[in-house]
């Protein structure tokens, strides 16, 4: 079975530009959890969707927003970036939104 | 505000010796628990979860964890650690309030066997 994937595995950004991440959730999951994990840190939650529903959102600023489609796959939108946005971006599926999570493999944002 | 703290950041024993990794939360409400483990160059996967019932609950490779709710605490457990548990270690807590969820991480804990 496949996990859940995200995509791109790498990217570089300039600061003040966007950037799009994407991830498809494991089938059969409707609920998708994004989190920001720098180094040294644990993943701290940026939002929760639940059939295309927000379910949840963490203290980030509105620069940070996402959505899910009908398909339950997600993007995460970040505008204007800052240098302090570099950190990996994970994306976790679970069944519904009180579950346990499994991860992908995260996004690995670099911001310049 | 919810937090979690993990205890020890850094641990390093050797093979067969205990482990205990402590998690405490702060949370007033209902929450669901998590332990999760990332060995090097993988994936965060989940190692066990509490959600309710028996406060002693068991997981993957032999890990064990207890719910104590008067001590807001979830300390993970193994009885004789292995080489290949080398590992960073988080807990996790998911508050549900009015149907809206909010997960909290730990830092971490790094886990180093000693062969």
């Known amino acids: 079975d496949a996990g859940v994937t995200q995509s791109p595995t790498h990217l570089i950004k300039t600061r003040g530009q966007h950037v799009t991440l994407r991830c498809s959730p494991i089938?059969?999951?409707?609920?998708v959890s994004w989190y920001q994990q720098v180094l040294g840190q644990g993943p701290q939650f940026i939002f929760q969707?639940?059939?295309?529903?927000?379910?949840g959102r963490g203290n980030f600023p509105d620069r940070f927003s996402a959505r899910q489609f009908p398909n339950y796959s997600s993007e995460l939108n970040v505008n204007a970036l800052l240098l302090g946005d570099s950190a990996l971006y994970l994306c976790?599926?679970?069944?519904?939104?009180?579950?346990?999570?499994?991860f992908g493999p995260g996004t690995r944002l670099t911001v310049t | 505000a919810q937090s979690v703290s993990q205890h020890n950041h850094h641990v390093i024993l050797s093979e067969a010796a205990s482990l205990e990794l402590g998690c405490n939360y702060s949370?007033?409400?209902?929450?669901?628990l998590f332990w999760y483990v990332q060995y090097p160059g993988q994936h965060l996967q989940l190692l066990l979860k509490?959600?309710?019932?028996?406060?002693l609950v068991k997981g993957i490779k032999g890990f064990e964890a207890e719910f104590i709710k008067s001590k807001f605490s979830f300390n993970l457990r193994k009885p004789s650690v292995q080489w290949s548990d080398t590992a960073e270690y988080f807990c996790?807590?998911?508050?549900?309030?009015?149907?809206?969820?909010?997960?909290?991480f730990g830092i971490g804990t790094k886990l180093q066997v000693i062969p």
């Open positions: 949370y007033g409400g209902t929450v669901n």
């Open positions: 976790a599926s679970s069944l519904t939104s009180n579950y346990e999570q499994y």
């Open positions: 996790a807590v998911n508050a549900n309030s009015g149907g809206y969820q909010k997960v909290t």
């Open positions: 509490y959600f309710s019932g028996d406060p």
């Open positions: 969707y639940y059939e295309k529903e927000e379910r």
């Open positions: 089938s059969g999951h409707k609920s």
